[in-house]
């Protein structure tokens, strides 16, 4: 069982990245997805998630407006599209899948924002 984020890097204060996750090992579509940030310094944090089939989406305030967050479970797969990028949302990203009460989360993807 295996979750692999990719996408991350260094961007400029409102450019736009997107952070894709790969599951193997399981069947995704059970799952519920969500995406989890951590600043240095700080508490892991939930940023968005959505429902298995993909029907419903919810997001943090923080991010609500400038990020997205989807999934193709035909190709076992979740998405962050992330636009209008603050200093602030510098961290590593986390994908974690959730079903009941198995967790699986991903090893993370470094998140930088800085002029």
């Known amino acids: 069982v295996q979750l692999v984020e990719s996408g991350g890097g260094l961007v400029q204060p409102g450019g736009s990245l997107r952070l894709s996750c790969v599951a193997s090992?399981?069947?995704?579509?059970?799952?519920?997805m969500s995406w989890d940030r951590q600043a240095p310094g700080k508490e892991r944090e939930w940023v968005a998630d959505?429902?298995?089939?993909?029907?419903?989406?919810n997001y943090a305030d923080s991010v609500k407006g400038r990020f997205t967050i989807s999934r193709d479970n035909a190709k076992n797969t979740v998405s962050l599209q992330m636009n209008s990028l603050k200093p602030e949302d510098t961290a590593v990203y986390y994908c974690?899948?959730?079903?009941?009460?198995?967790?699986?989360w991903g090893q993370g993807t470094q998140v930088t924002v800085s002029s």
């Open positions: 974690k899948a959730r079903y009941i009460r198995v967790v699986y």
């Open positions: 090992g399981f069947t995704l579509s059970s799952y519920a």
């Open positions: 959505i429902s298995s089939t993909g029907g419903i989406t």
